[in-house]
């Protein structure tokens, strides 16, 4: 495993042999949450885990744009990892609107897409994540002595300790005190954005695409169908049992077995 920071997103990437896959987390993720999928996909597949704008260690914005992001993508896939020719990417609720973009605008960069728990559509459970946003803004870092402190005062909001865990991934020690590793206060301001889908002009994108729902979630429902296949005609729907919002977290063998099944499958 190494990290690449070469140009203007960061990411770490997994295994040194295979095709190439890159992954492509959600809101208050990092590229590192796909760390055991893509070990379980070695050594067919060698892995990109990329940090997205205002996530984990890449850089910040000064607005929260799917279009823009996306392209950044590009870019930096083109520089590097797709310079050979396009490459597998895999997103995940917000990155998976970040993957559809950017298979929309720059199909020549992407080979297969496989998009996990998203829809090309606005809306879904904003309240939630407001609320978890909201939460982590309630902390007063200057208050926090070791990283636990932090851990109590979220408790008293968010009692799931698995939550917890995901979200303080975001929280770093800087000198004598914490600082939060994403843009909180960016990604609390244009939620209404990341929860929305830009219009996309009539793109569309003749690649095999991939949709991997969870049967607990209700982010892909059966009225998202048509645009689905307005924008990406070559779709193809598998619901996870048992898993909700987070189907890598929460059945990450079924997620792995799904996305060998589809990358390894022949061209119909």
Known sequence: MSSSASSTLSGTTVGETGAPVV???????????????????APEY???????????????????????????????????????GPVHVVGHSMGGKVAMLLALRHPEVVDR?????????????????AHLLDSLAAID??????????????AERVHDARVRG??????????????????????????????????????TFGGPVLWVAGDRSDYVRPEHAPAMRTLFPRTTLVTLKGAGHWVHSEQPEAFVSVLRTFLGADED
Do not use: C, M
């Not at 992954?23 to 996909?41: D, E, S, V, Y």
């Not at 926090?144 to 932090?150: E, F, P, S």
């Not at 800087?174 to 954005?193: C, H, K, M, T």
């Open 113 to 129: 897409l496989v998009v996990a728990d998203i829809a090309p559509a606005s809306g879904g459970s904003l309240g939630e994540f």
């Open 141 to 154: 870092l200057t208050t926090l002595t070791r990283r636990g402190d932090a851990d109590a005062r979220l």
């Open 166 to 203: 995901f979200l303080l991934q975001n929280l770093r020690a800087d000198g004598d005190g914490f600082r939060w590793q994403a843009n909180l206060d960016l990604l609390r301001r244009d939620l209404p954005v990341i929860g929305g889908f830009p219009d996309t002009a009539g793109a």
């Open 46 to 84: 060698r892995s990109l885990l990329l940090d997205l704008p205002n996530h984990g260690r890449s850089p910040w914005t000064e607005q929260f744009d799917y279009a823009a992001t996306a392209d950044l993508v590009a870019q930096h896939l083109q520089a590097e990892l797709a310079g050979d």
């Open 23 to 41: 992954f492509l987390h959600g809101l208050f993720g990092q590229g590192r949450n796909f760390t055991q999928i893509a070990k379980a996909l």
